[in-house]
């Protein structure tokens, strides 16, 4: 099982990244997807969820509005375009993927939004 994620960087506040989860070893298309961010000496916290089939998704308040996820089953890929990115948006940013007792988390990449 692999979660890898890619897309992280340094941005400009007010600017856009789009990370990319690619998945393999586990049938992705059953699985819950879901993005978490972890900032320095803070908690992982939730920022957002798709379902299995992509029809329903879920946001943390913060990032609501700004953030969105979308999922390809033909290609096992989730994704989470960032819009209008904050400094407080900076964290390491993880994939994860969910089915019943089954958790499997990826190895995060950083996002530092900064001028």
């Known amino acids: 099982v692999e979660l890898v994620e890619s897309g992280g960087g340094l941005v400009q506040p007010g600017g856009s990244l789009r990370l990319s989860c690619a998945a393999s070893g586990f049938t992705f298309s059953s699985y819950l997807m879901s993005w978490y961010g972890q900032a320095p000496g803070k908690e992982r916290e939730f920022l957002a969820a798709?379902?299995?089939?992509?029809?329903?998704?879920n946001y943390a308040d913060s990032v609501k509005g700004r953030f969105t996820i979308s999922r390809d089953n033909a290609k096992n890929m989730v994704y989470l375009q960032m819009n209008s990115l904050k400094p407080e948006d900076s964290a390491v940013y993880y994939c994860?993927?969910?089915?019943?007792?089954?958790?499997?988390w990826g190895q995060g990449t950083q996002v530092t939004v900064s001028s």
């Open positions: 994860h993927a969910n089915f019943e007792t089954y958790d499997y």
């Open positions: 798709i379902t299995s089939t992509g029809s329903r998704t």
